[in-house]
């Protein structure tokens, strides 16, 4: 019954798929679904968003209150107030805030599929439900979490996502992740991770790691998607990574340029971890370290001297109790920080403006200071700071001719978020997905009208279910 299903909305997708192009574009314009099967994105079109709250997020042009944002080929064109834009499809703009789409700067995609499922007991809490039912993952299970998580990242106005894969049990398990990004249209990393339950005497599987690296043409997706290495670090007790293992896993990436990501000092028992790093030199503006609570000043001081970026996840961070992000002293001491996702095993949803909101609120509250994180800071450590963080800031995090268009729009109309006021406290305190009315990657519409245009949103929580229903039973998990 299932498979019938599924092939009928797979045939009536196809057919649809023959009739996009320009009518594609205007459908996804219009906020019409142009293919109701997931695989086929919509074209990049021309089109002027106009008369919003415009917020650039570039110190050198600021907000511009009844502002045009002229996009074609994927490219950001114009911005500004009256554009000329002939013979593009104008999109109204009124009552809405134009802003970068969100980065995400670390997401456990996969793992998505056990959403909520971290209980409250010792033997149900988070690492051992992930790598019990980690191990009876297939690729077609990796496939079912990410094109889910994908999902609601478009939904939620995420445009880049950091996809954080440790669970490649085998190269089609990094093959089934990477269709689900590539069907999606986000940009973003696959940073290629060791299997749940891993030993820590053995590497990730590098020949494939280096194989993927070669190939990574025919996974890229046009540019959007790049690679890197999702590394487990030293290790901590009682598991501690010989040396030999994470230096051989550490050179590999190093050697062929590509970024690392490792996770750090998340418990107190496991502060230091920045210090061993950066005596080993293992730090450097190609690693991006996690979490980060159980640091000293000196650390600070070394992750910015290294060029080392961090990436914060309050909502996980406080959740599963690690501790309280160190927002403040990270920006002071001149570390380039950026906002996460994590997993949604613990934080239950993928929501960038609840995000900003723990961690303004965490900062203030710590530092008994109203004005400690202002508004449009956390603003731009959703959007500029996380590209930077993440090495796209010059294609994209803010809005500028000659960037890339990465951008969302979220109504101001809504009973959650109006009357219009001032605009960063709005979509830091307000603001939630369900505002979310469009959101463009690359110039494709991904999102019109809080609809999305290239999933059909049933199919892909339905598959989805019926994906961890197996799992729980093959994990012997109910
Ligand atoms: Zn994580």
């Known amino acids: 019954m299932q498979a019938r299903m599924s092939r009928r909305a797979f045939l009536s997708g196809a057919a649809a798929m023959s009739t996009v192009g320009t009518a594609g574009i205007a459908a996804a314009v219009e906020g019409k679904s142009a293919q109701p099967a997931a695989g086929k994105l919509p074209a990049r079109g021309e089109f002027v968003i106009r008369g919003a709250y415009v917020m650039t ?24 107030a009256d554009l000329k834009a002939a013979g593009a499809q104008v999109i109204d703009g ?35 439900t992930v790598a019990t039912l980690g191990k009876v993952f297939t690729p077609d299970d990796m496939y079912q979490g990410t094109r ?88 901590a007790a009682p598991a501690p990574i010989p040396p030999e293992v994470y230096r051989k896993e550490f050179d590999t990436a190093r050697a062929a340029g590509l970024p690392i990501s490792v996770h750090v000092a998340n418990l107190r028992s496991r502060a230091g971890q920045v210090d061993a790093l950066a005596k080993a030199n293992l730090l450097g503006k190609d690693v991006q370290v996690i979490h980060a609570i159980w640091i000293t000043p000196e650390e600070i001081q070394s992750l910015a001297a290294a060029g080392s970026s961090v990436s ?7 959740r599963i109790g690690f501790g309280f992000p160190r927002t403040g002293e990270l920006l002071a001491g001149g570390v380039t920080v950026g906002l996460s996702v ?56 803010s809005l500028k001719p000659g960037k890339r268009a990465d951008l969302i729009m979220v109504s101001t109309r809504d009973v959650n978020i109006g009357v219009f006021t001032d605009p960063a406290h709005t979509l830091v305190e307000a603001a939630q997905p369900s505002n979310v009315d469009t959101v463009v990657v690359d110039g494709r519409i991904l999102k019109r009208r809080g609809k999305l245009t290239a999933f059909d949103t049933g199919r892909v929580v339905g598959e989805a279910s019926a994906a961890l229903t197996a799992v729980r039973k093959r994990g012997n998990w109910w």
């Open 57 to 80: 997020m570039d110190p050198t042009v600021g907000d511009i209150a009844r502002g045009d944002v002229h996009v074609k080929a994927g490219a950001i064109v114009a911005v500004g």
């Open 94 to 128: 009124r009552g809405t805030i134009v802003l970068p789409g969100f980065v995400d700067t670390h997401w456990h995609m996969w793992n998505t599929l056990l959403r909520s499922m971290a209980g409250d007991k010792r033997e149900l809490g988070y690492f051992p």
């Open 148 to 235: 889910l998580s994908a999902a609601e990242a478009l939904s939620s106005g995420f445009t880049f996502v950091h996809d954080w894969c440790h669970n490649v049990r085998g190269p089609d398990f990094a093959v089934a992740n990477l269709r689900a990004l590539k069907e999606s249209g986000l940009r973003g990393r696959f940073s290629y991770g060791t299997p749940q339950a891993h030993p820590p005497t053995e590497t990730i599987d590098l020949v494939d790691f280096e194989r993927l690296g070669r190939d990574w043409k025919s996974h890229a997706n046009g540019g959007l998607l790049d690679l890197g290495l999702a590394w487990r670090g030293m290790g």
């Open 312 to 318: 914060l996840s309050p909502y996980t961070e406080l």
């Open 342 to 397: 994590d997993t949604t095993v613990l934080s239950g949803n993928a929501d960038m403006f609840a995000i900003m909101k723990a961690i303004q609120n965490v900062e203030n509250s710590q530092t008994e200071n109203e004005f400690k994180l202002p508004a449009r800071r956390v603003l731009e450590l959703a959007t500029i700071e996380g590209a930077r963080s993440m090495g796209v800031a010059d294609r994209v995090g």
